[in-house]
């Protein structure tokens, strides 16, 4: 599928099933695409469990050939939140998808961005999850993030850890910090995707089913 958003045509894969429990909506990020094996294979684990999956791609293909060079694109966190909220939306009004529950999976840069369009869309996102990511980069929207958010981070990715838990402490929602252990940024340890699928299902089920658009306290375990 195509989607224009923001002014431009961005790529995706859309798999909704018949009956979906909610739609997730993917933020790659830091040079990753739609074609990423890690998110894919999260997001095969969630339409297992019944969620519907959009895997978008932030960037053109002109851009993800600049970014190649520069480096630059992929932390242009307006532009990649832009370009995430104008999909929400789209999910929100889209045929076979409009009214179902919305949840946003953010991994590195793309949890930035993930976050910031759940700070603007606030009736629109019920659930967040990050994958390795790097939540603080969503600088004052942290406080304004209404859905709960579960921050997954690897053990052994100490740099990360420590900026997730510093991002933490600025949410006002509800939020977790689950810690993979033994787990490094891009989770390629034997059964350390497993387990992040395992725990985003856990949370989405337990987020979409409770969140009422108002969010929570803020707890981090």
């Known amino acids: ?17 018949e009956f979906p429990r909610g739609v997730v909506l ?5 040079g990753s695409s739609r ?27 002109a851009e993800e050939r600049i970014d190649a060079r520069t480096r630059a694109l992929r932390f242009d966190i307006g532009l990649l939140a832009g370009r995430l ?3 929400a939306d789209w999910v929100g009004a889209a ?32 659930a967040v999850v990050s994958r390795g990511g790097r939540p603080d980069l ?3 929207a942290l406080g304004r993030v209404r859905a709960p958010t579960l921050l997954i981070v690897g053990g ?20 977790e910090i689950s810690v993979i252990p033994g787990a490094t940024h891009l989770f390629p340890e034997a059964g350390a995707l497993e387990q992040v699928i395992e725990r985003s299902v856990a949370w989405l089920a337990r987020s979409l089913s409770s969140n009422d658009g108002r969010g929570q306290p803020g707890v981090s375990r």
């Open 1 to 17: 599928m195509i989607l224009d958003a923001s002014g431009v045509v961005l790529a995706g894969d859309l798999a909704v099933p």
């Open 26 to 30: 993917f933020a790659h990020g830091s």
């Open 35 to 61: 074609h990423s094996p890690r998110n894919r294979q999260v997001a095969a684990g969630l339409q297992d469990a019944g969620y519907g999956t959009l895997l978008l791609d932030l960037l053109t293909e």
């Open 85 to 87: 909220t104008d999909a």
């Open 95 to 126: 045929e076979g998808t409009a009214g179902v529950p919305l949840a946003l999976f953010g991994a590195s840069t793309g949890a930035a961005a993930a976050l910031i369009t759940a700070a603007d869309r606030p009736e629109l996102v019920g």
């Open 138 to 140: 969503a600088g004052a």
């Open 156 to 175: 052994a990715d100490r740099e990360v850890l420590e900026l997730n838990r510093q991002a933490a402490a600025r949410l006002a929602a509800e939020h």
